[in-house]
């Protein structure tokens, strides 16, 4: 019963930066897995980043050390703030639930059962 809507896409010279939100209901963010996931046309869907109800965060190697996922209770949003974007990260980007699962949160696509729709993101070279 969970619903997530991305927003904050959008298009943006390579060197620049983004930061995408994730508006989460019908669940309260402690107590499972949330995270970021891109595909593009033509290909598989890959792993951005996830965070645990800790607060622990997981990346893949690929955005490590440009992108930060986090999560603000408060207002029960998500957010990837996307740095130093390069034209290969031109994707649709998701934010998804992983409900039966609440540490060591993977960004593998499998383990993940609630999705938004997405939000695209564009990086000019």
């Known amino acids: 019963q969970v619903q997530l809507m991305e927003s904050g896409g959008g298009s943006v010279q390579a060197g620049g930066s983004l930061r995408l939100s994730c508006a989460v209901s019908?669940?309260?963010?402690?107590?499972?897995?949330i995270g970021w996931f891109r595909q593009v046309p033509g290909k598989e869907r890959e792993g951005v980043a996830a965070?645990?109800?800790?607060?622990?965060?997981h990346y893949a190697d690929s955005v490590k050390g440009r992108f930060t996922i986090s999560k603000d209770n408060a207002n029960n949003t998500l957010y990837l703030q996307m740095n130093s974007l390069k034209s290969e990260d031109t994707a649709m980007y998701y934010c998804?639930?992983?409900?039966?699962?609440?540490?060591?949160?993977?960004?593998?696509?499998?383990?993940?059962?609630?999705w938004g729709q997405g939000t695209q993101v564009t990086v000019s070279s």
């Open positions: 998804a639930a992983d409900l039966r699962r609440a540490y060591l949160c993977t960004v593998i696509v499998g383990f993940y059962d609630d």
């Open positions: 019908g669940v309260t963010y402690d107590n499972y897995c």
């Open positions: 965070i645990d109800s800790d607060g622990t965060t």
